[in-house]
């Protein structure tokens, strides 16, 4: 290749990216992608431990005070955020006619308002800036649904309106919001499926597995990058084909 035809790529950006919940799962993996692609990384976690690389803050997403509290330290350590990644989420399984209305509740404070609380907070700084990237981690459950999970449900499809809305409320800012919707990967959340239901599942996916944690991450990385700026308010499936046609 002549001097003159080789491409000089721009220095990729260093940003400053919030992935809650990423001590384990797929928040682990998501912040080890980060960390990779060479930003500054942090998580509003409750316990455990941190990949390498990753500042951690300790938070719960269930509480308001607690959030605004883990993205002033988050801040002061690392700069405005740009990049937050709404992962932490908790499941409450239950048939109907059995779901309590805390294990209701439960669920749509950690995965909706939680979210909600951690978007509200980072938009601040976002709206300032003219420039931010929103993922909300949701789930094929959420468009597709699944016996014995309404609540969980029900809280991940609420993902997706709150993503429009809030694309339509500053997206004129330099700010997305998308939604990633992984199926069946392989974490805490899957292994701990009977061996039978494990199985009856990966019968239904077009792809016949289970995904890695890794996989979403290349997800989320995509929608979060500057090549995705004009991308909001969509929903990325990552779930080998299982929800189509959402
Ligand atoms: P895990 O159960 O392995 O991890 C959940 C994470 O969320 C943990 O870091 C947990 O922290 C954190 N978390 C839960 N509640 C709170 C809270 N109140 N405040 C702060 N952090 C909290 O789940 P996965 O990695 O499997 O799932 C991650 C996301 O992906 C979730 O939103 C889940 O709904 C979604 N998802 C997962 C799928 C799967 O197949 N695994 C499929 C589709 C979607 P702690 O360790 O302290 O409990």
Same mark, same amino acid.
């Given at each position: 290749m002549s001097e003159e035809s080789k491409t000089v790529l721009p220095e990729r950006r260093s940003r400053v990216v919030v992935v809650t919940g990423a001590n384990r799962g797929i928040g682990r993996s998501i912040a080890q992608r980060f960390v990779a692609d060479g930003d500054r990384v942090?998580?509003?976690?409750?316990?455990?431990?941190?990949?390498?690389? #990753?500042?951690?803050?300790?938070?719960? %997403?269930?509480?308001? /005070?607690? %959030?605004?509290?883990?993205? /002033?330290?988050?801040?002061?350590?690392?700069?405005? #955020?740009? %990049?937050? #990644?709404?992962?932490?989420?908790?499941?409450?399984?239950?048939l109907l006619m059995r779901m309590s209305d805390e294990d209701f509740d439960q669920v749509i404070n950690v995965n909706l308002t939680g979210a909600f609380r951690c978007v509200r907070r980072a938009s601040k700084g976002m709206i300032r800036a003219r420039y931010g990237r929103i993922v909300l981690i949701s789930s094929v459950v959420g468009l597709y649904g699944g016996a014995g999970q309404t609540n969980y449900s029900a809280s991940k499809a609420g993902l997706v309106g709150f993503a429009r809305s809030v694309t339509r409320e500053i997206g004129s800012r330099g700010i997305t919001a998308n939604v990633v919707a992984p199926g069946f990967i392989n974490t805490d959340m899957t292994a701990a499926l009977p061996d039978a239901k494990q199985a009856e599942y990966k019968a239904a996916i077009p792809a016949g597995r289970f995904a890695e944690p890794a996989e979403v991450a290349a997800a989320v990385a995509f929608v979060a990058g500057d090549d995705a700026g004009y991308i909001s308010g969509a929903v990325i499936p990552v779930d080998g084909g299982l929800g189509m046609g959402h």
């Amino acid at each position: 290749m002549s001097e003159e035809s080789k491409t000089v790529l721009p220095e990729r950006r260093s940003r400053v990216v919030v992935v809650t919940g990423a001590n384990r799962g797929i928040g682990r993996s998501i912040a080890q992608r980060f960390v990779a692609d060479g930003d500054r990384v942090a998580t509003i976690y409750r316990s455990g431990d941190l990949p390498d690389g #990753v500042f951690g803050a300790i938070g719960d %997403v269930s509480d308001t /005070a607690s %959030v605004d509290g883990a993205f /002033a330290e988050i801040e002061a350590e690392l700069g405005p #955020v740009e %990049v937050l #990644v709404a992962n932490a989420g908790i499941t409450r399984d239950q048939l109907l006619m059995r779901m309590s209305d805390e294990d209701f509740d439960q669920v749509i404070n950690v995965n909706l308002t939680g979210a909600f609380r951690c978007v509200r907070r980072a938009s601040k700084g976002m709206i300032r800036a003219r420039y931010g990237r929103i993922v909300l981690i949701s789930s094929v459950v959420g468009l597709y649904g699944g016996a014995g999970q309404t609540n969980y449900s029900a809280s991940k499809a609420g993902l997706v309106g709150f993503a429009r809305s809030v694309t339509r409320e500053i997206g004129s800012r330099g700010i997305t919001a998308n939604v990633v919707a992984p199926g069946f990967i392989n974490t805490d959340m899957t292994a701990a499926l009977p061996d039978a239901k494990q199985a009856e599942y990966k019968a239904a996916i077009p792809a016949g597995r289970f995904a890695e944690p890794a996989e979403v991450a290349a997800a989320v990385a995509f929608v979060a990058g500057d090549d995705a700026g004009y991308i909001s308010g969509a929903v990325i499936p990552v779930d080998g084909g299982l929800g189509m046609g959402h």
